[in-house]
């Protein structure tokens, strides 16, 4: 079962630019973390969201979480050709984590 | 080890045959999770260990299905009877986390990806 559901599928835009992706959950979540994943390879962890945190900033990566709409949103900033991956948000039910469908983003440079 | 560490890193079989699919975890990582991963598709849940037991199988799609970790580190899925619709890129991933403790930040192994023909 697949819990999230990003938008948009797909986003292309050039280096340089900002990339914003969503991401919408049914149920309730203790925390909510952001993984990329390169072509053809695992998922890298890069950034976790606590359930009662609005906001949260690592480097270029900035993500908000609404807890009453159920959403999250990714943004990175100042966009490079090697951010080029997939992106997926994860929410954890009881002991396991629950992906979402993923929003692939290819940066141009 | 460093990583997590699955093999193959490919895998070609025919309809009908059985595979196994090894992963090594992150040394001292108590939990480790498998999942399936479909072209275009975010990854999904097939089984959960904590230690050596199986602490939620629940996403196994049917009995063809079966994984174990004897010692509690190393981990092998096992699947019967191939069907076409098995291809996928299986993932293993490692967790330091106790059961229903903090947050649980998994580490991905680069998965075995399965061609059944």
């Known amino acids: 079962s697949q819990q999230g559901e990003e938008d948009p599928q797909a986003l292309s835009i050039q280096e340089g630019e900002n990339a914003t992706m969503n991401c919408s959950y049914k149920t309730s979540i203790n925390n909510l973390q952001w993984y990329r994943q390169n072509s053809g390879r695992g998922l890298v962890h890069l950034i976790l969201?606590?359930?009662?945190?609005r906001e949260k900033h690592s480097g270029r990566l900035r993500v908000t979480l609404d807890t009453s709409k159920k959403s999250s949103s990714l943004l990175i900033t100042a966009s490079r050709a090697a951010d080029t991956a997939s992106y997926f948000c994860?929410?954890?039910?009881?002991?396991?984590?629950?992906f979402g469908t993923g929003t692939r983003l290819q940066v141009f440079p | 080890g460093a990583g997590v560490s699955q093999t193959p890193s490919n895998k070609v079989t025919e309809k009908g045959k059985y595979v196994e699919l090894r992963c090594d975890p992150i040394?001292?990582?108590?939990?480790l999770y498998w999942y399936r991963q479909s072209l275009g598709q975010g990854p999904e849940f097939l089984i959960y260990f904590q230690g050596t037991g199986a602490a939620d199988d629940s996403g196994l799609p049917n009995d063809r299905f079966f994984a174990v970790r004897p010692e509690g580190s190393v981990s092998t899925l096992k699947i019967q009877r191939t069907e076409r619709g098995d291809s996928a890129v299986y993932l293993c991933?490692?967790?330091?986390?106790?059961?229903?403790?903090?947050?649980?930040?998994?580490?991905f192994g680069a998965g075995s990806r399965l061609t059944v023909l």
């Open positions: 969201i606590r359930s009662n945190e």
């Open positions: 040394s001292g990582h108590t939990a």
């Open positions: 991933a490692s967790s330091l986390r106790g059961r229903n403790s903090g947050a649980n930040v998994l580490t």
């Open positions: 994860a929410t954890d039910d009881t002991d396991k984590l629950i």
